[in-house]
Nanobody, 119 residues
Framework: QVQLVESGGGLVQSGGSLRLSCAASGSIFQVGLMGWYRQVPGKQRELVAAVSINGDANYAESVKGRFTISRDDIKQVVLQMNSLKPEDTAVYYC??????????????WGQGTQVTVSS
C-alpha cells in the first residue's frame, strides 16, 4: 500500500501562482508514476500532469506552458502552477501507482486539496 499526503493549495487571484506538493509513504516500490488530477462538482476527475521517476512528463493541453510538474525523488512530486485562471478552480488530487505515462491513472489517491482562483 501507498499513502499520499498533499500540501499547498488555497485561494489566489487570477494570474497568480500556487505550489502543490505530495509525499508518498508506505510501500515505496509501488509508487511508480506520480501525478495530479483535478475535479469540479458534476464533472469527471481529469488528468492535470504526471511524471515518471526519471522526469518524463505528460500534461493536459489546458495547462501546458503554465504548470510544471517535477519529481525530487521517488517519494515526492511538486506541481508549480503559474498564470492561474478561474477555470483552474477545482479539488486537486495526488495520484500514484501507474507505470504507463500515456495512461498514468494509478491506484493510490491523496485526500485532495482545494485550489480556488478568483477573477
Amino acid at each position: 500500500q501507498v499513502q499520499l499526503v498533499e500540501s499547498g493549495g488555497g485561494l489566489v487571484q487570477s494570474g497568480g501562482s500556487l505550489r502543490l506538493s505530495c509525499a508518498a509513504s508506505g510501500s515505496i516500490f509501488q509508487v511508480g508514476l506520480m501525478g495530479w488530477y483535478r475535479q469540479v462538482p458534476g464533472k469527471q476527475r481529469e488528468l492535470v500532469a504526471a511524471v515518471s521517476i526519471n522526469g518524463d512528463a505528460n500534461y493536459a493541453e489546458s495547462v501546458k506552458g503554465r504548470f510544471t510538474i517535477s519529481r525530487d525523488d521517488i517519494k515526492q512530486v511538486v506541481l508549480q502552477m503559474n498564470s492561474l485562471k478561474p477555470e483552474d478552480t477545482a479539488v486537486y488530487y495526488c495520484n500514484a501507482g501507474s507505470t504507463d505515462l500515456m495512461n498514468p491513472l494509478g491506484t493510490y489517491w491523496g485526500q485532495g486539496t482545494q485550489v480556488t482562483v478568483s477573477s
